[in-house]
């Protein structure tokens, strides 16, 4: 016999007998059919459990629903009751008008959402829309809000600034930066009373800078004659104060000198916190000007000025022994505070000393020949007039020499080697020019007293006229280089502009990262109220930054101004700007404000905001 078989398949296997039928067309058809329905209703199905959200819910907003405030809120918040996802609108209206806003930002806890307000809102009713999105980025519902605002906008100062290391410094060109030294500030006007080199800076403020260079030579030309004329009558001419026409001289010197000081004082306040004259006319507004070295001295000089009438009134005081001291120190004290007006820079203290002898010594020699021209030669006289011309020769020649040299340090301190490249330098070299040719009369008119007057024992009506046209066009060149130097310091030198260390300001933790806008940078302020200076620093992008809005909001409730930095298309990526303080942004209200940065780049825009104490 044969071996067993088994008559059972193995496993796994099929055992088909006969012939094997193939599927028809038909199944084929049916079975694709099918599957094609499997599919779509999968997909439908899936659809529809996306979209199956509830429409998000609005739990609280600020300004609440409704709500009337006193003033524009600086920003939009919503706080929703589902988590919210990355799409998110906003439109805003006021009073029937759209109002542009910045983007909706959603924060930390998914569940709020704020709006950045770069402007402030006017006066009247205003609603806001946001239509938010859920984490899937599906529309997700939408809340409204309106709310009243009850005051008028607050006024809005647009400050330029412009980069030291790029500016040339002519007060009518506006200043640029090119890509190699990027992060600039510029902005749409020029603060302060004229733009300065390296610092063309203009504030949306009263134009005060006419007024105030002339007030500062009516100032420094009083101030001065009174202090030369006392030193005049007490080195050579101590029978001057017996004369009517010189204590009439020396109190109208007097009366102006304290007028045009008290209108520094009143200009500078205006200048220096952006606000108008008018506000500035009361003597507590003043108090402002502590906060900056040349403010202290036009304090300073208002002071002393007034306090030289106690020997004015009596003029003997300056030849008395136990007043001397006093009568000579009081118009020295406030001729000294001109050296005070220009702070910053390399060297500051030699700077000051600088200042200080140079005003000194100018007033000896200016005032002097203004009492020469305008009193001691005003006609003939006995030999006591004779003394006063050969007493001012001693006197002017060293009193000249000073002047040039303390002017000469100077220069060298705030202008460097920028004499022809700014506008400050190029007035320095008028100055010199001006200065030489007054060198030059005055020389010619010494050398005539010298030959003219050696033995003379009185003074003659002719020779005190023609004494009298050569010194008037000495104390001419002399009033003009006064009215040049009010004009330079309208205007910032090369050596004063701030070179942004950072050691110099007091609030430096104004550092923004914007991801959405792929930018990094740092404001940094000064600190204190008044102007205080500006430093923005941009470590990222390197390039394609498209614009940056630096705005600081003052505290709510006041009426102090919201100032707009705006830096210009020229900037492209990282690199610093500064804005020296002495023509800085004015904060002029104390309290807690709120500095905004709005960046564009290429990567896209965003908003955020921070808050400092101003105090």
């Known amino acids: 016999m044969g071996p067993a078989t088994s008559s059972v398949p193995p496993a796994g296997r099929s055992l088909v007998v006969g012939r094997v039928r193939r599927p028809s067309a038909r199944t084929w058809l049916l079975t694709i059919a099918a599957a094609v329905a499997a599919v779509l209703a999968g997909w439908l199905g899936g659809a529809s459990v996306r979209v199956a959200h509830a429409e998000n819910t609005l739990v609280s907003s600020s300004p609440a629903n409704n709500e009337t405030v006193a003033t524009s809120p600086t920003s939009l918040g919503f706080v929703f009751a589902e988590p919210l996802g990355p799409t998110s609108t906003i439109v805003v209206a006021c009073n029937g008008e759209p109002f542009p806003v910045g983007v909706p930002q ?35 519902g939408s809340a409204r809000i309106t709310f009243n605002i009850t005051a008028d906008a607050a006024p809005t100062t647009t ?135 040349p403010g202290l001295a036009a304090l300073a000089r208002v002071a002393f000025a007034a306090a030289c009438g106690w020997t004015v009134i009596r003029p003997e005081r300056c030849l008395e022994p136990q007043s001397q001291a006093m009568a000579l120190g009081l118009p020295a004290l406030a001729v000294a505070t001109f050296g005070f007006s220009r702070s910053g820079g390399d060297l500051v203290l030699l700077g000051y000393a600088a200042g200080v002898l140079h005003a000194v010594s100018m007033a000896v020699w200016l005032g002097g020949i203004v009492l020469l021209t305008r009193v001691v030669l005003a006609g003939p006289g006995e030999d006591d007039l004779v003394h006063a011309v050969r007493g001012f020769s001693r006197l002017s020649t060293p009193a000249l020499l000073a002047t040039i040299v303390t002017g000469a340090v100077q220069t060298w301190r705030l202008d460097r080697g920028s004499l022809f490249d700014t506008s400050h330098g190029r007035l320095v070299l008028l100055k010199a020019l ?61 050596g004063v502009i701030d070179t942004g260390d950072p050691t110099r300001y007091a609030y430096t933790d104004g550092r923004f990262v914007l991801e959405d806008a ?41 009426l102090a101004a919201t100032v707009v930095l705006t830096v210009p298309a020229e900037l492209t990526g990282e690199g610093a700007a500064v804005l020296p303080a002495i023509e800085g942004i004015p904060l002029d209200m104390a309290g807690l404000w709120t500095l905004e940065v709005a960046v564009t780049s290429a990567t896209g825009t965003q908003t955020a905001q921070k808050t400092f104490v101003v105090e």
């Open 159 to 293: 400050v330029a600034v412009a980069d030291p290391a790029t500016s040339t410094g002519d007060a009518s060109t506006p200043t640029s930066v090119d890509g190699s030294v990027d992060g600039s500030v510029a902005l749409d006007d020029t603060a302060g009373s004229g733009t300065g080199d390296g610092s063309d800076t203009e504030v949306d403020t009263p134009r005060v800078g006419g007024p105030l260079g002339l007030a500062r030579l009516v100032s420094s030309l009083s101030v001065a004659v009174l202090f030369g004329s006392f030193v005049l009558i007490v080195v050579a001419w101590p029978e001057g104060i017996e004369y009517i026409l010189t204590v009439r001289f020396l109190r109208t010197a007097w009366g102006v000198a304290i007028v045009s000081s008290v209108f520094v004082a009143i200009l500078m306040r205006a200048e220096m916190t952006g606000t108008s004259i008018g506000a500035s006319l009361s003597p507590t507004a003043w108090v402002d000007l502590k906060d900056s070295g």
């Open 518 to 558: 792929g930018a990094d940078l740092t404001v940094m302020l000064t600190g204190g109220i008044g102007r205080n200076g500006v430093k923005v620093e941009v470590d990222a992008p390197t390039t394609g930054l498209a614009s940056v809005v630096v705005t600081f909001r003052p505290p709510d409730d006041t």
């Open 106 to 140: 959603v924060g930390p806890d998914g569940l709020s959402a704020s709006v950045a307000v770069p402007n402030p809102m006017p006066k009247g009713t205003c609603s806001a829309v946001l239509s938010v999105s859920a984490p899937d980025a599906q529309p997700n």
């Open 434 to 494: 001006a200065v030489g040719v007054m060198v030059f009369v005055g020389l010619a008119t010494r050398q005539f007293v010298s030959s003219r007057l050696r033995n003379a024992d009185s003074m003659t009506g002719p020779l005190a006229s023609r004494l009298r046209r050569a010194t008037g066009m000495e104390a001419a060149g002399g009033v003009l280089v006064l009215a040049l130097t009010a004009w330079m310091l309208s205007l910032t030198p090369t």
